[in-house]
Every structure is written in C-alpha cells, then in structure tokens.
C-alpha cells in the first residue's frame, strides 16, 4: 500500500510495499510516485494525474484495475491496483493498494 | 523543477488533453514498438474499451486492420524521422469502417523514438463516393439502354414485316397446293389441268415468292442474329466475370462496348479501331474496362457534338493499343473540342463538370481514374490540343508480375 500528495510525492509506503519493489524506506519517502510505474506508461500517468489535479475528473479511482508496475530491479510485474483519495486536514491524499497478479 | 512550473505544466497537459478528447479524430502516441502511452476518447471508443485497459497495449492489436500483414509501416516512419503518411485501413472490430491513418514518429532528446497517429473514420465519405459512383454507373446505364432499345428496334422492326409478309406466302402456297390436289382428284383433262394451275400459278406469283422469300429468311436470319449479338454483348457488359485480375482481351472488350453504345455516336462519328492482336491481352477486369471505355467514348461523342453539333457526322473516334515497356496502352483519341488549359488540372476530381446541370454527375473520369490507378494497377494519361482534340491513354499490366 502506498500514500501519495496531490503533488504524486510519496508520503506512506507500508512494509509490504518495500518487500515487493524492493526499496528500503529512506530510498522511496518523498520520491516520486512515476518511479514505480514503467516508461512507457509515464506519459499516460503525467496526462491523467494533470487532468486529475486542474478538473478533479479521475478516470481510474475507485475500481480494480490491472496495470503494470516496475520494481527498483527493473522488473516489469502485473498488479492489481486500487486506487482512491480522501481529505486530510484540508489536504488531498491519494492512496493505493497494489496487489502482484503474476 | 518548481511546484508552481510544474503546476503550471499539468494544467497546459490536462487543457490540451480536454480540447483533443473535443475532437472527431482519434489520437494516440506510442513507444517505438507500438505501445499506446496515451491516446484520446474518440479512440477508446473505436476500440470499444475503458481508457486505462488501452494504455500499455499493442497499438496493432487494439486495432486490427484489414491488410495482409496487419503492420503500419512504423519501420518506415522509424527510419524517416519526421516522415508522414496517410493510409486507408479496413478495421476489422468495427466491420465496414474505413480509416484514415496519419502517422508521423518523433525523436526525443534522449534519441528515443516514438510514434503520435491521428485516426479519422472516412466511413461516410467512402459511402458518398460510392454513392456518386452508382449514381453516374445509373446515368450511363440510361443513356445505354435507349440507344439499345433503339439498336434492337430496327432489326425487330424488319424481322415483324418480315414475318408478315412469310405468313401471307405460306397462305398462297398452301392455296396452290389445295387447288393442285382437288384438281388431281377431280378426273379433269390435262388441258384443264394445266390451264387452271398456271393461271393459279400466275395468279398468286409464285416466281415472286421463289426469288423473295429465301432474301426474306436471309434478312429475318441476319436481323435475329444481330438481337443475339447485342443481347451477349449487354450481357458481357453487365454480368462480366471476375472482379479479380485476369487475362482480357481488348478485341472482346473494344466489341462489347461498341455494340452496346453504338446508338450514342454512330449519326456523329467514325469509328476506327486498330487493335493490335499481338497485344491484345492485358491484366484486368473486364467490367471495369468496359465502364471505362463507354465513359470515354461518350465523352468522345460528347466533344464532337459539341464542336460540330448534332448535324454533322465529321467526329472520328480512334481506339487502339500499343506495347510499352511494362503496360499495354488503350488510346481513345477523338477530333472534337479539346480540353482547354485552365481546367485540365481539374478533369479528374470528382464532381467537376462542365456539362450542364443534370447532363452529367462529374464522376466519369473521376470514376475512370480511381478504377484504373486502384483496381486495374494502371495508369492514365491524358493529352489535348484546346480545339482540335483530346487522346485518353490507359495503361494496363500485361500479366501479374511485378504487381
């Protein structure tokens, strides 16, 4: 499970998070949250996270999707993802839960 | 990067993401091997799929494209970076939808390649242009069968007063043959006889009949194989065969569409044909051939009447073939008005005419040159002197190879 900003800046990861892409806590706090999804599918992530910041319109929340993920080794795996936001103390937050289907 | 740039970044993004998902065209960019990095809602739903599933996919087997290969030339966009290009494709999820394909790939700074495509549904607009097509086939299909009708009224005419005048000579003989056969039953002498059957025989004129009705049943012959000739040329005009390439001979062809448009040109102009047997046969398909050369012999017929209108039989007509290098020529060259300067650029495009509303769709030579530069391999050429005369030249394949 992973927490993000509404700058995508990775706020919370729990200790299965690190076990499956292989980071150790310090490496992935406050990086980036593109840093876990593949190349190819940046591109698709930066429009859809711009269009999710300036309307508010998430094509992608509150459904199982099957998207793919890279770990820090550069393994590409599928996963299950579940992705949803609240307000915190009138900041947005943006949480995910990421299962492997391989 | 600071957060206000960025910010300001992501909201020229999703602005440029609303206005593109605005649009009638589908677009989409790809990695260098294909895969969909983004694309917008007009392609999610050609696709028929939730935008997310479609991110990361296979471009070409998102969209299967009715082309042997199903391959876009990315190789070629690949090593031209820069290079566009437009295809036609028959998409096979959405069954009778027509695409046009734009592509064009873009180097990024880091050498990265990648691919963006603009997908419009020429669906409608391919319809319209059939549409003009069948439209102008009805047109010369009216035209055709007037002139038919009329071609087969003259030997129907003759063949009727033929008949008639057959009817009332099998009435006199068989008269004769009665009065013959009483007269043999009746014990007269033979002065008797022989009086009565020659002032018959003189009577009814049977000399007249010996000498008239074998030129009747010549002419009645002749007339009804003339019917028979034009109707399998109807025939061959409207039920030719294969829709595929294949061996046809320009003789057989010339004949057809001669027969069938006579009507239209013979109180105006000469026909010469000249065919050369040697290269008579081409790689085509033969209903084709056929529309094309009635197309462009009444465009002929219609230059020629209107230099010398329709008074005169001064037209000539000119067919033949000649042998180039890869192609056999058809050349129709006709001696009426010419085609002036301005508009030669034009002659092909659809819907151009200069014929008066309702005399003409402007699909004949827009129909002749798509079907000869598309489902004949051809090539057409045309050459004119404003005033004197025009010469239209298909060039045909003489076999498969190197198609």
Redesign the interface.
């Known amino acids: 499970m992973v927490i993000v900003d509404e700058?995508g800046n990775i706020k919370y990861t729990n200790q299965e998070f690190l076990n499956v892409f292989g980071y150790q806590q310090d490496e992935i706090q406050g990086e980036h949250i593109i840093k876990i999804i593949?190349p190819?599918?940046?591109?698709?992530h930066?429009?859809g996270?711009?269009?999710y910041?300036?309307?508010g319109v998430s094509?992608?929340m509150g459904q199982d999707?099957?998207?793919?993920a890279i770990k820090k080794s550069g393994e590409i795996f599928n996963a299950t993802q579940h992705i949803i936001s609240g307000k915190q103390n009138e900041t947005i937050e943006i949480g995910a839960t990421i299962i492997p289907s391989d | 990067m600071s957060?206000e740039l960025?910010?300001n970044?992501?909201?020229t993004?999703?602005?440029f993401?609303?206005a593109l998902g605005q649009i009638k065209e589908a677009i989409l960019?790809t990695?260098k091997n294909g895969?969909i990095?983004?694309c917008n809602q007009v392609f999610d739903k050609i696709v028929e799929k939730?935008?997310?599933?479609i991110?990361?996919q296979c471009f070409s087997e998102l969209f299967i494209l009715d082309k042997d290969d199903n391959i876009l030339p990315l190789k070629q966009l690949q090593d031209n970076p820069g290079q566009e290009f437009t295809l036609e494709y028959h998409s096979n999820q959405s069954k009778n939808k027509i695409y046009q394909i734009y592509g064009r790939s873009l180097q990024g700074s880091d050498e990265s390649i990648s691919f963006v495509f603009v997908i419009s549904d020429f669906t409608e607009r391919k319809n319209r242009e059939h549409l003009a097509l069948q439209s102008q086939k009805l047109e010369a299909i009216g035209t055709l069968t007037a002139g038919i009708a009329h071609e087969m009224n003259t030997p129907i005419q003759f063949i009727s007063d033929n008949i008639l005048f057959l009817k009332e000579s099998i009435n006199d003989l068989t008269q004769f043959i009665g009065v013959v056969y009483d007269l043999t039953q009746k014990n007269e002498s033979a002065e008797v006889m022989h009086n009565r059957i020659k002032s018959l025989y003189e009577q009814i004129d049977i000399d007249y009949l010996k000498s008239e009705v074998p030129v009747c049943l010549n002419q009645t012959q002749k007339g009804t194989k003339q019917i028979a000739k034009l109707v399998h040329s109807m025939k061959q005009f409207s039920h030719p065969g294969s829709k595929e390439l294949s061996p046809v001979s320009l003789t057989n062809i010339v004949g057809t569409v001669l027969d069938v448009t006579k009507n239209t040109w013979k109180n105006y102009a000469e026909l010469e044909v000249n065919i050369d047997k040697k290269h008579d046969q081409v790689y085509s398909i033969q209903s084709e051939l056929n529309q094309i050369l009635m197309n462009l012999i009444i465009n002929a017929r219609d230059a020629i009447v209107e230099k010398y209108g329709k008074d005169k039989k001064e037209g000539l007509i000119k067919i033949r073939n000649q042998m180039t290098k890869d192609f056999v020529e058809l050349t129709v060259t006709d001696n009426g008005t010419g085609i002036p300067d301005e508009i030669i650029d034009k002659i092909f495009d659809p819907f151009f005419t200069t014929k008066e509303v309702g005399e003409g769709t402007g699909q004949g030579l827009a129909m002749i040159y798509h079907a000869v530069t598309t489902k004949l391999q051809g090539k057409v050429d045309v050459s004119t002197n404003h005033g004197e005369g025009t010469t239209f030249t298909i060039s045909l394949p003489v076999s498969t190879k190197g198609l």
């Not at chain 1, 999707?65 to 793919?68: D, I, M, W």
């Not at chain 2, 939730?50 to 599933?53: A, G, M, N, Q």
């Open positions: 700058e593949p190819d599918l940046r591109d698709a930066n429009i996270f711009s269009r910041q300036t309307t094509k992608i999707l099957n998207l793919k | 957060d960025v910010k970044l992501r909201s993004l999703s602005k993401e609303l960019f990695s895969q990095q983004w939730p935008h997310i599933e991110l990361g």
